[in-house]
């Protein structure tokens, strides 16, 4: 399991290198965020979370079912929408509650 961060997009906040709970992620001289050990990654998805322009996609790849599918979130009015895009260029989006998550 892993991230990819784009460069481009990336603004550098450090949101993402705070959450990540395997101190993975670091900031370089150019305030870009860079995940150090990609191998090393968990999979738990807090840096796709918090990232506020979009520039971390979590790779799903086949032994997850994603066949190299790529999964980013957007949040919006209080819901997440995570959007999963396929190799064939295929969009799916999923959208929770994070209020009513464990609600079950």
């Given at each position: 399991m892993s991230i990819a961060i784009d460069r481009e997009k990336c603004i550098g906040c450090g949101k993402?290198?705070?959450?990540?709970?395997?101190?993975?992620?670091?900031?370089?001289?150019?305030?870009?965020?860079?995940?150090?050990?990609?191998?090393?990654?968990?999979?738990?998805?807090?840096?796709v979370k918090e990232c506020p322009v979009y520039a971390i996609r979590f790779y799903l790849g086949a032994d997850m079912g994603g066949l190299g599918s790529r999964l980013h979130i957007?949040?919006?009015?209080?819901?997440?929408?995570?959007?999963?895009?396929?190799?064939?260029?295929?969009?799916?989006e999923i959208v929770t509650n994070p209020k009513e998550s464990n609600k079950y």
């Open positions: 993402c290198r705070d959450v990540c709970p395997g101190t993975l992620i670091k900031i370089d001289a150019v305030k870009k965020a860079y995940i150090k050990y990609p191998k090393d990654c968990w999979g738990c998805t807090s840096c957007e949040k919006a009015d209080g819901l997440l929408h995570w959007i999963i895009e396929k190799p064939d260029g295929n969009v799916s």
